[in-house]
């Protein structure tokens, strides 16, 4: 109870206890004197004495702020390294497949769709199945294979005639049991035998060799063909390489050509992709293959891919009057898509070593950049600085501070937010 309330509360007792008189009033003001005395001297119950106590020590002084133990675990120093920093050049692009690491697909043999087997995102190897048909000219390979087997055969069984009718007008003519005339025909007949031999294997290779390269069939069916001649008109197309499987125009029961040139699949190796850049033509003298890029994606604003310029357009657009830079960038983890939106810069000249500190060092105040430099143990000083490039997460340091200085890099907010206060 305050001073101030123990004279509220006696005032009002002398007013409702003794009623208005100059006797009433004597003898409250010396029960209230009464009981200040006692506030003060700390008797009165629930009463405590009044004592000032000293203001803490200040933490801060105009620029600088002092931390203690526990706050320095929140903060992380970083020292001020020099760092190479290039001037860079910005502009835009998209992301593309890789042409050189992509193929379509088209059908060698007119057919009926008979099924499909890899779907739009699939991964495939070389060799691997596509999709499958039915068709004529398959049919006709297998059947011109027959023909050629059955050829070679009679050929031979020719042949085998031909030799015995020549052993025997060769035994007759030496007992003078027929003519010369009639020997020298079967002679003439067995070499025109073995001609017929030859030509035969020679058209039963080619059947083999058309079977196995052009329409695609392996070694072993083309002896199950020769051995069972049975004809297989369905006709598998493969993969020729690596990739992901990126389009299909292609349906169920659907006939396809070959003479159309319909690209009924699209594969693409997805681990590097290419970045098509529009470069401004005045900016082209400062381009060159094998420069690095840092590129940005809408989808991915935090991250930094790193690229290679690999060419650089020979034209210039005439309604934009920018050249077309490629450049290849890895994509391991599958991140990139074609088509994706992306904003790049191109390193130019040899660059020039500067101090530099991480991004998140610099605290703004309007358009002044502030870090927090340590200047002792647990003491903080507050310094403006000129900034200029961004570079790998790094700010060049223009002026206001020296390599080889400490400052607060994680918690510099904090320290700012201290300093306000």
Known sequence: MTPTQVHAAIGGGARSGFGAGGRASRIASAAAALVLSAVQMGCWPGASAVTAAPPPPSAKSADTVRTTLDQMHQLSIERVELYLFRTQKPAIGQIAFNEDLSTVVVTPFSGRVTRLIAKIGDAVKRGDALFEIDSPEVVQAQTDLIAAVQSVQKAKSQLALAKRVLDRQTSLLAGRATSQREADQANADHAAAESDVATAEGGLNAARNRLRVIVGRDAAEVERVERERIVNPLITVNAPIDGTVIARKVGPGQYVRSDAGDQL???ADLSVMWLKANVPEVDIPLVRVGQELEVRVTAFPDRVFKARVTAIGAASDAA????????????????????????????????????????????????????????????????????????????????????????????????????RQ
């Open 320 to 419: 934009t009057r920018r050249v077309v830079v490629r450049s290849e960038i890895p994509n391991p983890d599958g991140a990139l898509r074609a088509e994706m939106f992306a904003s790049f810069k191109i390193s130019t000249g040899d660059g020039e070593r500067a101090p530099a500190v991480p991004v998140d060092t610099v605290i703004w105040d309007g358009a002044q950049a502030i870090v927090w430099v340590e200047r002792e143990p647990m003491q903080f000083e507050r310094r403006k600085v000129a900034v200029s490039l961004e570079q790998d997460g790094r700010l060049q340091i223009r002026d206001g501070l020296k390599a080889g200085e400490l400052v607060v890099a994680r918690g510099a907010i904090y320290i700012d937010n201290e300093w």
């Open 265 to 267: 699949y699209s594969i």
